[in-house]
């Protein structure tokens, strides 16, 4: 896992779209504004930052935009596991 990777991705514009969509898509009513709580989380998942760690290394210039690289089930599963739990419910502390 690379600091600098999850940065860069967290940083790209079209996968921070792809995010927003998936919040949307989710049931968010204002995606945009949440997507602060979502990016780094899923930009860190480790089958997001590897994918995106490998299709750098292989020169793809957009990485956050290719579903190839990284799918929208790879997404949603990441934006999923980062969801807050809900109001007055324990969240399981799991390290990263």
């Given at each position: 896992?690379s600091f600098?990777?999850i940065?860069?991705?967290a ?6 779209g792809?995010?927003?969509a ?6 968010h009513?204002v ?5 602060g709580?979502?990016i780094?989380p899923?930009s860190s ?6 994918a ?8 793809n ?16 599963s990441?934006?999923q596991?980062s ?6 419910a ?7």
């Amino acid at each position: 896992m690379s600091f600098a990777t999850i940065y860069t991705c967290a940083n790209d514009g079209e996968f921070q779209g792809r995010v927003t969509a998936c919040l949307a898509a989710e049931g968010h009513d204002v995606p945009g504004l949440v997507l602060g709580d979502y990016i780094w989380p899923v930009s860190s998942a480790g089958d997001v930052e590897a994918a995106y760690a490998s299709a750098l290394a292989a020169g793809n210039p957009h990485p956050g935009g290719d579903e190839a690289v990284i799918t929208d089930g790879m997404i949603l599963s990441a934006v999923q596991a980062s969801a807050p739990a809900p109001e007055g419910a324990a969240r399981s502390s799991k390290k990263r």
